[in-house]
């Protein structure tokens, strides 16, 4: 009954288009960030994609439900996408299978070299380090490091660095701040209003470990 809550909960929350990415582990995008690359748990080109439907790549894949890989770049302070590819799998001479990666970038922006992403206001996650937890749903495996990034309107604003463990405190500090705001008590009573099941633990803890999602900025120093 609880799997089914959840999964009802994330349907509700994130749109139906997005279930594939909570039921099964997911391609993340990519970013640079102080001249290293790190996946980024986090997809900044979503909101585009849900204005500009017919531009999103075809999903070939459940583990890229999204149907494409972006690239990303801080460039002075700003947040670029630099390419939009998408992984091919196919089987070489020996009858290997091989990956090769097709970029779909000049299709959806075919004048730019790179594209501010000033749509986006929220804040980036970037793990990296040793996995200390597989889990085989969306971006829910756990790392050793975090980097959290605060973007708005594409305008690359902070940054914070943590151990697992600190990252796991900083969730749990930035939910306490958030059922301080109106905007906690919205999403309370629109959860609770559509799955009336749900009893008020449940619901804080599904807030709490999606807590990123629910804030664009971070409540706590």
Known sequence: MKRTILIALVVFSFGFSKIECFLTAQYPD???FKDTEYALNTNPLEPYFEKNPEKRPQSYSTALWR???GHFDIIDKQL??????QPRYYTDSLGKTRTKSISYYKNIFPERDKVKI??????????YGERVKYVHSGYASEYSNYILLEIK??????DKNYTHKEFLDFKERQFNAFKKTEEYKTQFENIKKNFPESDKTFIEDFLKDHIINYTSEFLIE
């Open 30 to 32: 990519r970013i640079k």
């Open 67 to 69: 149907g494409y890989i």
């Open 80 to 85: 670029f996408v630099i390419d939009i590819t």
């Open 118 to 127: 000033e749509w986006y206001t929220g804040i980036l996650i970037l793990p």
């Open 153 to 158: 309107n594409g305008d690359f604003k902070k």
